[in-house]
């Protein structure tokens, strides 16, 4: 779940680290006057949830209030990212000396929390890494013992900062990394971390995004947010995933993949691009198979793109036939015209394939790679097929 700037920040001062003073607007007059009573010039930006909104035209440094107004008449009723902009913040303007990037993560690699600090930052950091990324210090946290101000110093060690900017930043450093772990975070990006002329540590920019698994034990801060819990995003199909408790994720795609566990329907999806195809979702079924088969198979069969469909069972615990006696229910329910392909294995898989076969008469293939390649091949099939 991703926070706005404007959440993210409130976040970050509540952990110590210094953020402009600013106002949220949801109306041009509210703009022009959050503008003056702040005293120009002020930074204006739209709150989507979504980064790069400075490329987008969507950030500026505004003189007046007049211009303030100008720039949210703009803004209102447009789209930055995808997002409709219904609020900007309005805020002092920095005196930046120099721009830094700095964040938490967590990292797949040492499966832990990673912090991330750049004297490059404010702009496109992805660029600095590939570039130049010798200029991007990073250090894996042990999380028994967090990062402390020696953690931040080692991090500091290599930078061009002068000693009281190590100070400044490594505080700034530690404050991030108690916000990533007391907010279950997955993700606290400050970009950029600006060193002002006066010396001050100050983040100009928040992407806050809360781990999803952590967001019902997360509620009470989430309702202390200025705004409330941000709204589920994502597409209608995803929204009736979540509400029906499924992971469902909207591909661009045109072959629907049921799977059980995460790692197989990632997996389902390589393969399908292995071959040449391009999935059309991403849905976990696993347990819920058998009682949520019927919504499941719906949803993705809501996706108009979707034109043939690949169900790969494997069990080892669970149990495919009970699975799949799940999914053969809602396909003799729902009726689905489009090609299936089946693989199963694993516990139950002679019973699974029995009652494919006998109840749909359809033969599942005993490789994977064969199910992937006829459902890849059926799906470019319908494409190429004149539509009436
Ligand atoms: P993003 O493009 O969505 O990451 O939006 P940011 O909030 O990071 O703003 C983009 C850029 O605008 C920053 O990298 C800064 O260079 C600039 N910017 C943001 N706030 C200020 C400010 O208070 N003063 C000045 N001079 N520049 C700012
Ligand atoms: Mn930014």
């Given amino acids: 779940m991703n926070l706005l700037e404007h959440q993210g920040k409130f976040l970050l001062a509540r952990a110590g680290l210094r953020v402009p003073q600013g106002k949220v607007v949801s109306t041009v007059a509210e703009a022009a006057d959050a503008a003056a009573t702040i005293g120009c010039p002020v930074v204006c930006k739209a709150q989507v949830p979504t980064g790069k909104r400075g490329k987008a035209g969507a950030v500026q440094l505004v003189s007046s209030p007049e211009e303030a107004s100008d720039f949210a008449e703009r803004l209102f009723g447009s789209q930055v990212g995808g997002f409709d902009v219904v609020e900007l913040i309005v805020e002092e303007a920095a005196d930046i000396d120099r721009e830094f990037y700095a964040a938490v993560l967590d990292d797949p690699s040492s499966k832990g929390p990673l912090v991330l600090f750049s004297t490059e930052g404010g702009m496109d950091i992805e660029e600095v890494n590939e570039k130049t990324p010798e200029l991007v210090h990073r250090v894996a946290v042990d999380v028994r013992a967090g990062l402390d101000d020696e ?62 698994g952590s967001v019902p034990r997360q509620a009470a801060l989430l309702n202390e947010l200025p705004g409330g819990p941000p709204a589920e995003q994502g597409t209608d199909l995803e929204g009736r995933g979540r509400d029906l408790g499924l992971q469902f994720i909207e591909l661009d795609g045109d072959v629907g993949v049921l799977a059980n566990g995460a790692g197989l329907t990632m997996t389902s999806l390589d393969v399908v691009s292995h071959f040449g195809g391009s999935a059309a979702n991403f849905l976990e079924i696993g347990g819920d198979a058998y009682t949520k088969a019927t919504p499941a198979l719906e949803l993705v069969l809501s996706n108009p793109r979707v034109k043939s469909l690949l169900v790969n069972f494997c069990g080892a615990f669970a149990r495919t036939d009970v699975m799949t006696e799940g999914v053969v229910n809602a396909i003799e329910e729902l009726k689905p015209t489009l090609p299936i392909a089946f693989t199963i294995h694993g516990t139950g898989e002679d019973e699974a394939i029995a009652l494919v076969r006998e109840r749909l008469g359809v033969e599942p293939y005993d490789l994977m790679d064969d199910a992937v390649r006829a459902a890849v091949q059926a799906a470019s099939e319908a494409m190429t097929e004149p539509t009436s």
Avoid: F, H, Q, W
């Fill in 151 to 212: 953690g931040a110093a080692a991090l500091l060690a290599g930078t061009d900062l002068d000693e009281a900017g190590k100070a400044s930043v490594g505080s700034a450093l530690v404050n991030l990394y108690a916000l990533y772990r007391d907010c279950d975070t997955s993700l606290v990006e400050v970009n950029p971390l600006v060193l002002t002329k006066d010396g001050s540590v100050v983040a100009l920019d928040a992407k806050v995004t809360i781990d999803p």
